[in-house]
Nanobody, 116 residues
Framework: QVQLVESGGGLVQAGGSLRLSCAAS????????MRWFRQAPGKQRELVGA???????NYANSVKGRFTISRDNAENTVYLQMNSLKPEDTAVYYC??????????WGQGTQVTVSS
């Protein structure tokens, strides 16, 4: 079992920045990939980006160059640094853990609202 807790969401003006955190606990050594997803009202959940246990990252085209995923292994935490935020980035952001056993775990989500 893996438990995930996101934090760091809030209200920010367009062009601003926020950093989201996802703290993992439990069977963290089983985690292969950590991903960030987001879901805007009335839309499907979409992948924002991911980071592997080896530190390799990839991003959706919509956030490439603006968002950065990093990890602090000592703190068992993954971060999503979001810069140059746009109103269309408004969504609930979720972190997700994928384990070596093929299991997925989700956090509770954190709201990000970008005002124009």
């Amino acid at each position: 079992q893996v438990q995930l807790v996101e934090s760091g969401g809030g209200l920010v003006q367009a062009g601003g920045s926020l950093r989201l955190s996802c703290a993992a606990s439990g069977s963290i050594f089983d985690i292969n990939v950590m991903r960030w997803f987001r879901q805007a009202p009335g839309k499907q959940r979409e992948l924002v980006g991911a980071i592997t246990s080896g530190g390799i990252t990839n991003y959706a085209n919509s956030v490439k160059g603006r968002f950065t995923i990093s990890r602090d292994n000592a703190e068992n935490t993954v971060y999503l640094q979001m810069n140059s935020l746009k109103p269309e980035d408004t969504a609930v952001y979720y972190c997700n853990a994928f384990t070596t056993y093929g299991s997925y775990y989700w956090g509770q989500g954190t709201q990000v609202t970008v005002s124009s």
